[in-house]
């Protein structure tokens, strides 16, 4: 996979990791982690984004990525990134609620607090976009037109009601089509209420979760460790790609 010397030492350190056998750390305040070669990392003060995108024409973003452990990395990222692209910013709003019917229990939630969630596998409140920038598929729209959850996109024109965008993965890519805004709610979710959102089941890609990046292919990744990651296989996944 890694035939360069230089790289050796990485290729070694991938299988010990894949079968288990990376060593471990037993001491605080590491214990429980595994070190990760050198050469993969970057110094302290230097910027992953910059590392990523910081050499890439705009249209080779759609070629890379940063992954995270967290859904609120990957969207700090995705911020950062979109301040880099030319163009003015369009925001569009959701409109949220709890699914119940009870009045009390509706008025116990206001707005400006379901406002504030961005649950796992869900569009934020706030969604910024720029023409050219590129976006992401949250839920499956027509299967058969390959847009499923996952595709990726770049974004042609953006009106109040849809997003024109050209697909860039799977078997529809180079297709332009229309993104309509429609109700949302979480499939997993410890929040103790059904969150309904309407909103455009999008969000933007040059940065997103380990979990969500499986299937995906790119050209230059970078993995952000700011949190550590918490299921098992997580960082192999990451490490792979």
Sequence with gaps: MRVRDGEREFSNWLLRLGSGTVFVKEEDPFKGCVEIP????????????????????????????????????SLSINEEVLQRLPGEVKTYLSADQVETDNLNERNNFPVEFLDSLTPSGMPPHSLKFKIGCIIMLLRNLDLKAGLCNGTRMKVCALQNNYIDAEVLTGVSAGKRVFVPRIQLAP????L?????????????????TINKSQGQTFDRLGVYLKKPCFTHGQLYVACVM
């Design 38 to 73: 050198h050469q993969c990392l970057i110094r302290e003060n230097d910027s992953i984004v910059e590392k990523i995108f910081g050499d890439a024409e705009q249209d080779d973003y759609a070629k890379r990525v940063i992954l995270t452990p967290t859904n609120v990395d």
């Design 187 to 190: 499939s997993d979710s410890n």
């Design 192 to 208: 103790p209420f059904v969150l309904k959102r309407r909103q455009f089941p999008v969000r933007l890609a040059y940065s997103m």
